[in-house]
């Protein structure tokens, strides 16, 4: 398996490389509902009302208003933005006329999703972008995990290797720049946190590798 970048701290080699079975993320638990129409995707959670017709049709907002708002106590407009083989943007909307001329979906919160989740009100918009950002890095296939192996040489010079850790599920955090690249300083805080303490302090960067 390759990897996409390695660190060597004295005699533990960590690297980070592509979750190569990540869980689909809306079958956790989540604050938020979304239902969306994209050609590429399945991006309605179930059990949420079906949008495509409307999309196609006529717009959603007349939908959403009759079927999603009356529940809601929080409702955003989705905007789905497909780049082909460079992947896919989701974007929150603001809840106004002009955005759901635009829509593709509908990110919402009910009542029952804040008893389950314990989530004040306030928090509601910043939960739904971090939902949203991580089926995002899913759908992109932004999901990583890392290896910490343990090199001991033997009495013949060859190195040998085994793994004393290894963490799957990351996704893609492009808000922290790190040392590993885009979106990677998440996993890479992680992994640095799990190298075993009689390493030495010091991290030597080896870039991108084969394992």
């Known amino acids: 398996m390759d990897a996409i970048y390695t660190e060597q701290h004295g005699r533990y080699r960590l690297s980070i490389h ?13 604050l938020t509902t979304i239902t969306a129409w994209a050609h590429r995707y399945s991006l309605t959670d179930d059990g949420a009302p079906d949008l495509s017709t409307a999309v196609e049709d006529y717009g959603i907002q007349e939908t959403v208003d009759e ?18 083989s460079s992947g896919l943007n989701l974007r929150l909307g603001e809840d106004t006329p ?6 593709d979906g509908a990110v919402y919160v009910t009542p029952e999703r804040v008893e389950a ?23 992109n296939g932004d999901v990583y995990g890392f ?23 990351y996704y893609c955090d492009d808000e922290k720049p790190s040392d590993a690249g885009y979106g990677l ?11 075993p303490e009689d390493a030495e302090t010091v991290a030597v960067p080896s870039g991108p590798a084969s394992s």
């Open 18 to 30: 592509l979750d190569p079975d990540p869980s689909a993320p809306r079958k956790d638990d989540n």
């Open 185 to 195: 300083g998440y996993v890479l805080d992680e992994a640095r946190a799990f190298v």
């Open 98 to 103: 002009e955005a759901w001329n635009a829509a």
């Open 147 to 169: 290896v910490i192996e343990r090199e001991d040489t033997c009495n013949l010079g060859h190195v040998h290797r085994e793994t004393v850790d290894s963490r799957w599920g």
């Open 67 to 84: 079927s999603i708002r009356p529940e809601a106590v929080a409702l955003w407009p989705l905007i789905v933005l497909d780049y082909g």
């Open 117 to 139: 989740m314990g989530t004040p009100p306030e928090h509601f918009e910043a939960v739904a972008r971090g939902e949203l950002a991580t089926l995002e890095a899913y759908c």
